[in-house]
């Protein structure tokens, strides 16, 4: 991610959903407005699947245990 990607209007928005999701389940109506803004503009689809694939990754790497020598 580069410094304009955190200027970012909607990168800055779809890692706050992508976030939230992770924290605990949408209800309908929070589905509903993530629905709502990715219908908004190609954009914020695009934001959307790429902080989701970030999420994936960063989930992915092993912790560094070289600290707790």
Same mark, same amino acid.
């Given at each position: 991610? %580069? ?6 209007? %909607? =990168?800055?928005? &779809?890692?706050?959903? !992508?976030?939230?999701? +992770? ?5 309908? $109506? $929070?589905? &509903?407005?993530?629905? &709502? =803004? @990715?219908k !908004? %503009?190609?954009? +914020?689809?695009?934001?959307?699947d790429? $902080?989701?694939?970030?999420?994936? @990754?960063?989930? @992915?790497?092993?912790?560094?245990? %070289?600290?707790?020598?």
């Amino acid at each position: 991610m %580069s410094t304009s990607d955190r200027d970012d209007p %909607s =990168w800055n928005t &779809a890692w706050e959903w !992508v976030v939230r999701e +992770h924290e605990q389940p949408l209800d309908e $109506a $929070a589905r &509903a407005e993530l629905v &709502a =803004w @990715l219908k !908004v %503009s190609p954009e +914020h689809r695009k934001s959307y699947d790429e $902080a989701s694939r970030i999420w994936l @990754l960063v989930g @992915l790497v092993p912790p560094d245990d %070289s600290s707790e020598s």
